[in-house]
T-cell receptor, first 113, second 114 residues
Framework: GAGVSQSPSNKVTEKGKDVELRCDPI?????LYWYRQRLGQGLEFLIY????????KSGLPSDRFSAERTGESVSTLTIQRTQQEDSAVYLC???????????FGPGTRLTVL | AQSVTQLGSHVSVSEGALVLLRCNYS??????LFWYVQYPNQGLQLLLK??????LVKGINGFEAEFKKSETSFHLTKPSAHMRDAAEYFC????????????FGTGTRLKVLA
């Protein structure tokens, strides 16, 4: 069956531009997570969705970062006024909720010049 | 606060040798623990998970891990390394506040020598 998909796979942008990253979770998965993986570092949590609401946004690094989820499906992570330190691989994961396994997408590699 | 520590950012083993990747966690409640593998240019794939059933957990590709509460450890092992095991391995603990978000270790890159 289809797994978690993310688009684009790669994004190169100039400092100060806005970017949108998309995640299509596995159908029926109510929980959706965004993580960030910076070069040489582990994965860090950004935001968690249960359905269309985000009860935990504690990992968003600044108010330049926002995310939404619609139809209990697709999620978009938006980064405004990108900075070079935003360069990373952004990973999306979905699950059936609770302690169920999270399934990860292939990630979007963002490079801010 | 919960945390995960992976000792050794890089581990090299010879093909056919034992693989041991270390993971220690801190948690105030019985944890859910996971090992994921990331092959080059690919996403994360679940190797195995501990959810308070058997303390010895068997996963895919011949990997297993043992939950030791007294040592707060969840080390990953494989009796005999294959070249295809070369990848980055991440240990994670599931958050105890109810979101079940993962708290990851910094990862261990495994190199398998011919």
């Amino acid at each position: 069956g289809a797994g978690v998909s993310q688009s684009p796979s790669n994004k190169v942008t100039e400092k100060g531009k806005d970017v949108e990253l998309r995640c299509d979770p596995i159908s029926g998965h109510t929980a959706l997570y965004w993580y960030r993986q910076r070069l040489g570092q582990g994965l860090e949590f950004l935001i968690y969705f249960q359905g269309n609401s985000a009860p935990d946004k504690s990992g968003l690094p600044s108010d330049r970062f926002s995310a939404e989820r619609t139809g209990e499906s697709v999620s978009t992570l938006t980064i405004q006024r990108t900075q070079q330190e935003d360069s990373a691989v952004y990973l999306c994961a979905s699950s059936l909720g609770g302690a169920n396994e999270q399934f990860f997408g292939p990630g979007t590699r963002l490079t801010v010049l | 606060a919960q945390s995960v520590t992976q000792l050794g950012s890089h581990v090299s083993v010879s093909e056919g040798a034992l693989v041991l990747l270390r993971c220690n966690y801190s948690s105030s409640v019985p944890p859910y623990l996971f090992w994921y593998v990331q092959y080059p240019n690919q996403g994360l794939q679940l190797l195995l998970k501990y959810t308070s059933a058997a303390t010895l957990v068997k996963g895919i590709n011949g990997f297993e891990a043992e939950f030791k509460k007294s040592e707060t450890s969840f080390h990953l092992t494989k009796p005999s390394a294959h070249m295809r095991d070369a990848a980055e391995y991440f240990c994670a603990v599931s958050d105890e506040t109810g979101t079940y978000k993962y708290i990851f270790g910094t990862g261990t890159r495994l190199k398998v020598l011919a």
